[in-house]
């Protein structure tokens, strides 16, 4: 049988371990970091770690809500002239009691001074000589902001295992929060591996590629919410790869690999990393990236790092990492939604899939009426790029499925952020 890139594929179904079975190897092993305090800015897009009350009333006093005057309404009626007796301005820590027949000139935020029910705005007063003429009759409570309007004190406000957008972040400022204690960001670490292997803007000899995996995985790393970090390109040499492995694992939350996972002669990566941990390799049954390494490195460490050992093949490195690291990502984070959006689209042309195998082909999307629709971004080997690049989703053909007529309705996991 060939794959969609025209390659005959010789695997013993027996061999293969299904796609929902090593998603859950991977993800029943992995936990969310250890929570840190981190400042606001630096938690922001975290997970946090603990419910947030509020120690005091948010606002902690009685405020105006309008530019206008502090008055008594039940002398302030309409026509009313009242004496002008001073004035509070945002920030004014203790101001004058307001007494029947007076009003205060106010701005917008600042404390209601004792005695005072309500503020005329500026628009319904006309100030002259002193004193104060109101053209629109109060009602006790009128453009007031009470204490508490906000947040009572004892209130939660903010439940653990939320993830902290601009508003929670403001939030937590306003209850006298300059920190927060969350899941900080994983510190991924990214290693390309191969004698043939050349950085972007190197010059090609015969038998070279440029390294695209490592970027591109990196970058993925980062839309996944981690800090993500890129190695220079490790060379097929055991040490090399030794020395490289230990020093990203350092400073890294978990490390992952593309290339030398495979059974060729030279496929280093799988030795090294049986020595530096538990490591298991597997033939998974999707395509494309049958040969996936999980485990955890942990020699010389205090705590196993979770290490993943992608296929070298440019789309079976992106899908792989679409399919587990970026679950596992998730839940390092304290994440509970784990998975991108899914729907349901109509085929606009039949996709073809190998036996015994999950496909994820990469497809664009569009929208008629209720319904998606989809189609293959165009020939879909493993080492076609822009099959990936041009993608809206991708289309998941099930094992027991070699062909999905157009027409059909398969399942498509939406490449987009959330």
């Given at each position: 049988?060939?794959?969609?890139?025209?390659?005959r594929?010789?695997?013993?179904p027996?061999?293969?371990?299904?796609?929902?079975?090593?998603?859950?190897?991977?993800?029943?092993?992995?936990?969310?970091?250890?929570?840190?305090?981190?400042?606001?800015?630096?938690?922001h897009?975290?997970?946090?770690?603990?419910?947030?009350?509020?120690?005091?009333?948010?606002?902690?006093?009685?405020?105006?809500?309008?530019?206008g005057?502090?008055?008594?309404?039940?002398?302030?009626?309409?026509?009313?002239?009242?004496?002008?007796?001073?004035?509070?301005?945002?920030?004014?820590?203790?101001?004058?009691?307001?007494?029947?027949?007076?009003?205060?000139?106010?701005?917008?935020?600042?404390?209601?001074?004792?005695?005072?029910?309500?503020?005329?705005?500026?628009?319904?007063?006309?100030?002259?000589?002193?004193?104060?003429?109101?053209?629109?009759?109060?009602?006790?409570?009128?453009?007031?902001?009470?204490?508490?309007?906000?947040?009572?004190?004892?209130?939660?406000?903010?439940?653990?295992?939320?993830?902290?957008?601009?508003?929670?972040?403001?939030?937590?400022?306003?209850?006298?929060?300059?920190?927060a204690?969350?899941?900080?960001?994983?510190?991924?670490?990214?290693?390309?591996?191969?004698?043939?292997?050349?950085?972007?803007?190197?010059?090609?000899?015969?038998?070279?590629?440029?390294?695209?995996?490592?970027?591109?995985?990196?970058?993925?790393?980062q839309?996944?919410?981690?800090?993500?970090?890129?190695?220079?390109?490790?060379?097929?040499?055991?040490?090399?790869?030794?020395?490289?492995?230990?020093?990203?694992?350092?400073?890294?939350?978990?490390?992952?690999?593309?290339?030398?996972?495979?059974?060729?002669?030279?496929?280093?990566?799988?030795?090294?990393?049986?020595?530096?941990?538990?490591?298991?390799?597997?033939?998974?049954?999707?395509?494309?990236?049958?040969?996936?390494?999980?485990?955890?490195?942990?020699?010389?460490?205090?705590?196993?790092?979770?290490?993943?050992?992608?296929?070298?093949?440019?789309?079976?490195?992106?899908?792989?990492?679409?399919?587990?690291?970026?679950?596992?990502?998730?839940?390092?984070?304290?994440?509970?939604?784990?998975?991108?959006?899914?729907?349901?689209?109509?085929?606009?042309?039949?996709?073809?899939?190998?036996?015994?195998?999950?496909?994820?082909?990469?497809?664009?999307?569009?929208?008629?009426?209720?319904?998606?629709?989809?189609?293959?971004?165009?020939?879909?080997?493993?080492?076609?790029?822009?099959?990936?690049?041009?993608?809206?989703?991708?289309?998941?053909?099930?094992?027991?499925?070699t062909?999905?007529a157009?027409?059909?309705?398969?399942?498509?996991?939406?490449?987009?952020?959330?």
């Amino acid at each position: 049988m060939t794959d969609s890139g025209g390659h005959r594929h010789h695997v013993d179904p027996d061999e293969l371990v299904s796609v929902e079975e090593h998603r859950r190897v991977v993800l029943s092993s992995i936990t969310p970091l250890e929570p840190l305090e981190l400042k606001l800015f630096e938690a922001h897009g975290c997970v946090l770690a603990e419910d947030v009350t509020a120690a005091a009333d948010v606002p902690s006093f009685t405020r105006s809500a309008m530019d206008g005057y502090a008055v008594v309404a039940e002398t302030a009626g309409r026509g009313a002239t009242l004496r002008l007796t001073g004035e509070v301005a945002a920030g004014t820590r203790d101001p004058a009691r307001v007494r029947p027949g007076e009003a205060v000139r106010i701005m917008t935020g600042a404390p209601i001074p004792a005695g005072a029910d309500a503020v005329v705005p500026v628009e319904v007063a006309d100030e002259h000589d002193g004193k104060v003429q109101v053209r629109a009759t109060p009602e006790v409570g009128d453009h007031v902001r009470p204490a508490g309007e906000d947040v009572r004190a004892g209130a939660t406000v903010l439940r653990s295992g939320r993830r902290l957008g601009a508003a929670d972040i403001g939030m937590l400022a306003s209850v006298g929060r300059g920190r927060a204690l969350v899941h900080p960001r994983p510190r991924v670490a990214v290693v390309s591996t191969g004698d043939e292997l050349a950085e972007p803007e190197a010059t090609l000899t015969p038998g070279q590629i440029r390294d695209t995996n490592s970027y591109t995985l990196t970058a993925m790393a980062q839309e996944a919410g981690a800090t993500a970090f890129r190695h220079t390109i490790v060379r097929d040499d055991r040490r090399a790869l030794t020395e490289a492995f230990e020093g990203a694992l350092s400073h890294a939350d978990m490390l992952v690999t593309s290339g030398g996972v495979s059974a060729g002669r030279y496929d280093l990566v799988k030795q090294v990393l049986a020595q530096l941990g538990d490591v298991a390799f597997s033939k998974v049954g999707m395509q494309p990236g049958m040969p996936q390494a999980f485990g955890f490195v942990n020699r010389s460490l205090s705590h196993p790092v979770p290490c993943f050992g992608l296929p070298g093949n440019p789309v079976s490195a992106f899908v792989s990492f679409e399919v587990f690291v970026r679950p596992a990502l998730r839940r390092l984070q304290g994440r509970t939604d784990l998975n991108r959006p899914r729907i349901n689209a109509v085929l606009d042309e039949p996709l073809h899939s190998p036996a015994h195998k999950v496909s994820f082909l990469r497809v664009t999307l569009r929208r008629d009426d209720d319904l998606w629709y989809a189609r293959a971004t165009g020939p879909q080997g493993s080492g076609i790029l822009s099959s990936a690049v041009e993608a809206d989703g991708l289309a998941e053909i099930p094992s027991d499925r070699t062909e999905v007529a157009a027409g059909e309705t398969v399942v498509v996991h939406l490449l987009v952020s959330r």
